[in-house]
């Protein structure tokens, strides 16, 4: 008979704290005088009970006319019906320009085509003078996004959040024969432009004035306020080089072959211009659905796509 006692004991002390579960829950007995172990299982029991909260408090979606649930960036757009993209005032073909009095252009293609992602229509902000004014429209929520030939760069992304590259260049320059012959000294090329010391036309404010900043250190910087105004300085001796990236240096010969009488051109494989979609620091469903619809397009870019385009 002592055999069963153990047994019989904990049959016991099972029934008492069933029993006092059963009281809390009725509220005849005080939460204190419940075991720890009856309190667990009633906190259990309780938790179970509780309705889930709805999706809207979970998740903090919109709800939009159509009835849909969207993140509060994207339905802020659908709700407008207009995706807002700034784009710089300068024409810079074959990406933005303006041709028969209509804005067409690589970039502006992609920016119709997420628009009609979206389902809703496009407006262009065209009323930046630079890029980095491009970026300054989008940091304070005039526009929805920025497709301009923006470089990713890291004092831009500290304002605004950078898409996937949709388009990667290499670094390159157009360097003045006579000045960089004087400048290397029958030195090879690539010994020179390890230490390069001479001078570097850029545009004033870009990612590029940034970039020569960082990868050539010993040489003097000359800003100007365009592109055509760096190749002209270029072109007189005035600067040794011109710095921009791969396809606007191939444009520029291919534009005019008679530069290459008085021009040649570097690139650099090893330094790379990666293009992206800028959207506000906020914005997260936005740059995500941006980088879902540039990893789905069929028709990406790359340098000799780019080239064709900017033939008739």
Request: proline share 5%.
């Amino acid at each position: 008979m002592m055999l069963f006692k153990p047994f019989f004991a904990d049959l016991a002390r099972a029934a008492l704290r069933v029993g006092a579960l059963s009281l809390l829950l009725t509220g005849a007995l005080p939460a204190a005088a419940v075991q720890p172990a009856a309190r667990s299982a009633a906190a259990t029991a309780s938790a179970s009970l509780r309705p889930v909260a709805p999706a809207a408090v979970r998740s903090s979606l919109v709800r939009v006319a159509d009835g849909r649930m969207l993140a509060p960036d994207i339905a802020r757009i659908v709700n407008r019906g207009e995706f807002v993209v700034a784009m710089l005032g300068v024409d810079t073909p074959p990406f933005f320009y303006v041709k028969d009095g209509k804005l067409t252009g690589l970039e502006v293609a992609m920016a119709e085509d997420i628009g009609r992602a979206l389902n809703v229509s496009v407006r262009f902000n065209r009323s930046a003078n630079s890029f980095n004014e491009v970026i300054d429209i989008v940091a304070r929520g005039e526009a929805d996004a920025g497709i301009s030939k923006l470089s990713r760069t890291l004092a831009r992304a500290q304002r605004v959040q950078f898409s996937d590259p949709y388009l990667s260049l290499k670094h390159a320059l157009a360097l003045n024969r006579v000045a960089f012959a004087k400048l290397a000294r029958d030195r090879p090329v690539p010994e020179v432009m390890r230490g390069f010391n001479g001078s570097i036309g850029v545009i004033a404010k870009s990612s590029f004035a940034d970039f020569a900043t960082q990868n050539f250190p010993k040489a003097t910087l000359k800003a100007y306020a365009s592109w055509p105004e760096v190749v002209k300085a270029v072109r007189r001796g005035e600067v040794t080089a011109a710095y921009r990236d791969e396809f606007e240096i191939k444009r520029l010969l291919k534009s005019d072959p008679a530069v290459a009488l008085t021009l040649r051109t570097v690139t650099f494989k090893d330094m790379e211009d990666t293009l992206g979609i800028v959207v506000d620091i906020g914005d997260i469903a936005l740059v995500n659905f941006i980088n879902v619809y540039l990893a789905q397009r069929s028709d990406k870019l790359d340098i000799d796509r780019v080239l064709r385009a900017l033939e008739p």
